[in-house]
């Protein structure tokens, strides 16, 4: 059975950091992609990064246009956790963060939507405020 637990939430003033950790149990690193997605009030979830292995062992990361520049992907295989460091957030950064993970999708050009992952972590609030 796969769990999706994150942590790392919290208020941060603007300018400042967080980062944001996801253990996935019962998954397997070699296939299948990790992805964070946040929901700001009033708003629809968006797809915010998005990690997987290729065949080749080449590691593919995406970013939203968003975050680019601020937010870092990261994955520890060897404890099936993958984080999210924030960077320079924004008030426009609130939200429920969302950790979902599935076995089958890859990371490519895009995220890929949010109906496609199977499963989704209960989600960790950050708030970027003065």
């Known amino acids: 059975q796969l769990q999706v637990v994150e942590s790392g939430g919290g208020l941060v003033q603007p300018g400042g950091s967080l980062r944001l950790s996801c253990v996935a149990s019962?998954?397997?690193?070699?296939?299948?992609?990790i992805a964070w997605y946040r929901q700001a009030p009033g708003k629809e979830r968006e797809g915010v990064s998005c990690?997987?292995?290729?065949?080749?062992?080449?590691?593919?990361?995406v970013y939203a246009d968003s975050v680019r520049g601020r937010f870092t992907i990261s994955r520890d295989n060897a404890n099936n956790t993958v984080y999210l460091q924030m960077n320079t957030l924004k008030p426009e950064d609130t939200g429920i963060y969302y950790c979902v993970v599935d076995r089958r999708l890859r990371c490519s050009a895009t995220i890929p939507g949010a109906s496609l992952w199977d499963y989704w972590g209960q989600g960790t609030q950050v708030t970027v405020s003065s």
């Open positions: 019962g998954f397997t690193s070699d296939t299948g992609a």
């Open positions: 990690i997987s292995k290729g065949g080749s062992g080449t590691t593919y990361i």
